[in-house]
């Protein structure tokens, strides 16, 4: 039995008072992450979660207005970053949709579209990333290729339109790719 002039220790003081969020995120950061593995129905994720809600605890930990309610406040900042990360990852599945309806809307649906969505969007980005580097070549250059891999022509159609000869046309082409694979790598 209790002496009757004992004091009596309540629940509350034996839970930890941390004194700064990093404190705060090493007491209560594994129930943090289980909670935002919960809110994001899987583990994938959950990293980027954890590290938004420790920027955003050192960021505010002097809103707080008291230590003790570190554990609820930390607990609203994590469904927060849940819900956000949930959120961005459904808006790059949308854009990545959305590309490949593009892709299908340029190349019709008997052309050649893309079963993967991801597929289609790394496609619009290597045309983008080719018409950059074909921008940066001489005008001649670009002409030359264009005229070759767009225009379909053969060497000696090049040659007639040039008023060049073949070996001329498949020297300045064999130039011409070189100077846009090292444009590709730069870009």
């Not at 230590?67 to 599945?93: E, F, S």
């Not at 008023?163 to 046309?169: E, P």
Request: charged content about 25%.
């Amino acid at each position: 039995m209790r002496p009757p002039d004992a004091p009596v220790e309540s629940a509350a003081a034996a839970v930890p008072v941390p004194a700064n969020a990093m404190e705060a995120m090493r007491l209560y950061g594994g129930w943090l992450r289980a909670v935002a593995v919960a809110r994001l129905r899987g583990s994938q994720g959950a990293d980027d979660v954890m590290q938004d809600v420790a920027a955003a605890a050192i960021r505010s930990w002097s809103t707080l207005q008291s230590p003790r309610n570190a554990k609820p406040w930390l607990y609203r900042l994590t469904v927060r970053a849940a819900l956000m990360h949930r959120r961005t990852l459904g808006r790059a599945r949308k854009r990545v949709h959305e590309a490949a309806e593009l892709q299908i809307a340029r190349h019709g649906a008997t052309g050649a579209t893309f079963a993967d969505p991801l597929e289609a969007l790394l496609s619009s980005e290597r045309c983008a990333r080719l018409r950059a580097a074909l921008g940066r070549l001489p005008t001649r250059d670009a002409e030359l290729l264009l005229m070759k891999h767009v225009d379909d022509c053969s060497y000696k159609e090049i040659a007639s339109r040039l008023g060049v000869t073949q070996a001329v046309v498949e020297m300045r082409l064999f130039r011409a790719r070189q100077k846009l694979r090292g444009l590709l790598e730069n870009i």
